[in-house]
Nanobody, 120 residues
Framework: EVQLVESGGGLVQAGGSLRLSCAYS????????IGWFRQAPGKEREGVGC????????YYASSLKGRFTITSDNAKNTVYLQMNSLKPEDTAVYYC?????????????WGQGTQVTVSS
């Protein structure tokens, strides 16, 4: 059974940082890319970034590049999303998802999401 579990969300002041974790099981990391997405209230889900199979490449939404960083710890079966210089508009539910490739319209497996709230 494939499982992805996000954690690390919470309330932070503008300008602060958070690190989200995505613990995955049931999938070999070398065969799957892990993407991060977010959905704010009343808005469509948007891609944040992705780390490709085997951690060979990372991709980011252009508007977030420089503030957000995706890394992986294969020994812990965990992918991280480091978020710095947070803004109130970063408030959303953040999801991780797995698929064979980063740049695809749909991902096969999804976590349940973790709430990030940035106060002004």
């Amino acid at each position: 059974e494939v499982q992805l579990v996000e954690s690390g969300g919470g309330l932070v002041q503008a300008g602060g940082s958070l690190r989200l974790s995505c613990a995955y099981s049931g999938i070999p990391f070398d065969d799957y890319a892990i993407g991060w997405f977010r959905q704010a209230p009343g808005k469509e889900r948007e891609g944040v970034g992705c780390i490709s199979r085997g951690s060979s490449k990372t991709y980011y939404a252009s508007s977030l590049k420089g503030r957000f960083t995706i890394t992986s710890d294969n020994a812990k079966n965990t992918v991280y999303l480091q978020m710095n210089s947070l803004k109130p508009e970063d408030t959303a539910v953040y999801y991780c998802a797995a698929d064979a490739h980063c740049l695809v319209p749909y991902y096969d497996y999804w976590g349940q999401g973790t709430q990030v709230t940035v106060s002004s």
